[in-house]
């Protein structure tokens, strides 16, 4: 599908939307349902959207899905059984999340957990905004693929949407800028609206591919604002400079990358993640040095390459962390 014909659909007014513009009103209470609401903070909170019908689509891996929303109809505030990732393809998208007035420009993202409470303003006959509806399971393998299986910056993120039992967590990621946001999200639709018996994997690998972009610019994003960050964007960051850096980084490196005191960056790790920077570090020399002899290293090299000077040190972090040796978890990988 040619990306001028993809405008042209996703401008094309539905029947409902020149309703709606004629002064037509949606009946918010019957869509709501009755019954089926979440207690927010002692407030009952309407659900919309059933999770067995919003994550099957045509051309998308289970667990996915794409709708364009609807313009001239307002939303009132709710939350969902899953997932959902807002995109904003052309003008602007006023909403209220969790009581906060928020305004997503265009090719910007807002991640809400579940259990958010969110509405979605009025929007105009050239504000274009999508909803990527996606089951937690879905989310959770797609992070684990988009960086790395030892990923730090996507492991914080699940966690910081997952750990919550309430699960109110939301992620607004300034993106305006970046253009693979806006092609991926430009492909993946077009697999949507022209499907071929490959589209569902097409659109996972685009996916996994979008949340790449989303975590380097959301680290980039702390890194460029005056304003404090909250103490689990600084921790995602440095989670993020670690996992890149392991093998020769040291406190004061990491200090100076978010813009704060060696002793408040290590006080901030520990509370936040329950362990030291050095641990840390440990972590994330010993998951390259592992993704090392994956790829057929001898253990001298990965541990070389992964910054251990000191072998025997080596060999026994290794054994503490994956229960063997070197050479041992080599000959159990399939050959």
């Known amino acids: 599908m040619e990306l001028a014909r993809l405008d042209n659909l996703l401008l094309e007014l539905t029947d409902s939307e020149r309703a709606y513009r004629a002064g037509a009103h949606y009946d918010w209470s019957d869509a709501l349902g009755q019954g089926n609401q979440a207690d927010i903070d002692g407030r009952y909170i309407r659900k919309i959207g059933n999770p067995t019908l919003v994550l099957r689509q045509e051309g998308m891996p289970d667990g996915l899905s794409i709708v364009r929303n609807s313009r001239f109809n307002p939303v009132p505030e709710h939350v969902h059984d899953y997932v959902e990732i807002s995109y904003v393809y052309r003008g602007r998208a006023p909403q209220i999340v969790n009581g906060t007035p928020l305004t997503l420009a265009q090719n910007e993202v807002l991640l809400l957990d579940a259990a958010c409470p969110h509405a979605v303003g009025e929007l105009g ?100 604002t005056d304003e404090p960050a909250l103490p689990s964007a600084q921790v995602a960051a440095a989670m993020g400079f670690i996992e890149r850096n392991a093998c020769d980084c040291t406190l004061d490196d990491l200090a100076r990358h978010l813009h704060l005191s060696p002793n408040y960056a290590s006080a901030l790790l520990k509370r936040q993640t329950g362990r030291t920077f050095m641990q840390l570090v440990q972590e994330g020399r010993l998951a390259r040095a592992a993704a090392l002899l994956d790829a057929g290293a001898t253990a001298e090299a990965a541990a070389r390459e992964a910054g251990y000077a000191n072998m025997s040190f080596f060999y026994k972090k290794f054994a503490e962390r994956y229960g063997c040796t070197p050479a041992a978890y080599r000959q159990r990988l399939p050959r």
Do not use: K
Request: hydrophobic share 40%; net charge negative.
């Open 125 to 224: 006959e050239h504000d274009i905004m999508l909803s990527i509806i996606i089951s937690r399971p879905m989310l959770s393998r797609s992070l684990e693929q988009s960086l790395s299986p030892t990923s730090a910056v996507s492991r914080f993120l699940l966690n910081a949407l997952t750990d919550e039992t309430d699960h109110r967590g939301h992620v607004h990621f300034h993106t305006g800028g970046s253009r693979r946001v806006r092609r991926y999200m430009q492909e993946m639709l077009c697999e949507r609206l022209d499907p071929t018996p490959a589209s569902p994997q097409i659109v996972s690998r685009l996916f996994e591919l979008l949340l790449v972009e989303l975590m380097q610019s959301y680290e980039a994003a702390l890194l460029q």
